[in-house]
């Protein structure tokens, strides 16, 4: 038994006694038979209808499903967004930030003071679409987006407000999507989601101190419910 010589190649490239390799042919040699396909494709192909868009002067309009820079919904001249941070932690490349307020004369209480979004991150993979319970932020058809230093990639909430009257396309599009996936568990907001602390315990008084809420939770959870769904 002989013993293989490993550095040594086994077939040489060049050897016509390969058996995989095959023999051109003269005009094959030449290439030009392949260049000439080439160039009757291409000179074919000049006749046909063109798709190309001339951008920018024709701009292309995209459909509901598209996702593009994301943007606020602002709903009767007010943000919809409550400021819950849910949007902030589901973006993976973090690139949400917010600084929530209380406001007693909104009706919904809570209110973005700041909000910002690093465009220069953003992946527009639509994760703070789909966690937001409010429908408050969407993405939106906007695709053409230029910055001129990085500071300007930086998106405030000024610029992030759009009003809900131009983003009619993609909340329709995501209550078809998002009841047909949720079925009857799912109830989309097409109007402001106000749910105000106040209106969730009529008994609440903002005069109670710590001890009182400590007591009042204490003697509630002493107290047998009524339903074992009440648990």
Same mark, same amino acid.
């Given at each position: 038994? $002989?013993?293989?010589?490993?550095?040594?190649?086994?077939?040489?490239?060049?050897?016509?006694?390969?058996?995989?390799?095959?023999? /051109? $042919?003269?005009?094959?040699?030449?290439?030009?038979?392949?260049? !000439?396909?080439?160039?009757?494709?291409? /000179?074919?192909?000049?006749?046909?209808?063109?798709?190309?868009?001339?951008?920018?002067? *024709?701009?292309?309009?995209?459909?509901?499903? !598209?996702?593009?820079?994301?943007?606020?919904?602002?709903?009767?001249?007010?943000?919809?967004?409550?400021?819950?941070?849910?949007?902030?932690?589901?973006? #993976? #490349?973090?690139?949400? +930030?917010?600084?929530?307020?209380?406001?007693?004369?909104?009706?919904?209480?809570?209110?973005?003071?700041? /909000?910002?979004?690093?465009?220069?991150?953003?992946?527009?993979?639509?994760?703070?679409?789909?966690?937001? #319970? *409010?429908?408050?932020?969407?993405?939106?058809?906007?695709?053409?987006?230029? !910055?001129? +230093?990085?500071?300007?990639?930086?998106?405030?909430?000024?610029?992030?407000?759009?009003?809900?009257?131009?983003? =009619?396309?993609?909340?329709? /599009?995501?209550?078809?999507?998002?009841?047909?996936?949720?079925?009857?568990?799912?109830?989309?907001?097409?109007?402001?989601?106000?749910? +105000?602390?106040?209106?969730?315990?009529?008994?609440?008084?903002?005069?109670?101190?710590?001890?009182?809420?400590?007591?009042?939770? =204490?003697?509630? =959870?002493?107290?047998?419910? $009524?339903?074992?769904?009440?648990?």
């Amino acid at each position: 038994m $002989s013993t293989q010589n490993l550095e040594k190649p086994v077939v040489n490239a060049l050897n016509r006694d390969y058996d995989r390799e095959r023999n /051109f $042919s003269f005009l094959e040699n030449l290439y030009l038979p392949e260049i !000439f396909k080439g160039l009757a494709y291409t /000179f074919k192909q000049i006749f046909k209808p063109k798709f190309t868009m001339q951008y920018p002067e *024709e701009k292309w309009d995209p459909p509901a499903i !598209f996702r593009g820079r994301p943007v606020l919904v602002e709903d009767n001249g007010r943000e919809r967004c409550v400021a819950c941070g849910l949007c902030a932690r589901a973006c #993976p #490349p973090l690139a949400i +930030s917010m600084q929530a307020n209380e406001d007693a004369a909104d009706p919904k209480e809570r209110y973005p003071e700041e /909000f910002q979004i690093n465009m220069l991150r953003c992946i527009y993979c639509g994760f703070c679409e789909d966690v937001c #319970p *409010e429908e408050a932020i969407v993405m939106s058809k906007d695709y053409d987006i230029v !910055f001129e +230093s990085r500071e300007e990639a930086v998106y405030d909430k000024e610029r992030l407000l759009v009003p809900k009257e131009d983003l =009619e396309e993609r909340l329709e /599009f995501l209550r078809k999507y998002k009841n047909r996936q949720f079925g009857q568990f799912w109830d989309f907001q097409q109007d402001n989601n106000i749910h +105000s602390v106040r209106d969730r315990d009529r008994e609440w008084n903002t005069g109670l101190s710590l001890v009182d809420m400590i007591e009042q939770q =204490e003697e509630a =959870e002493d107290t047998d419910p $009524s339903s074992p769904w009440d648990r």
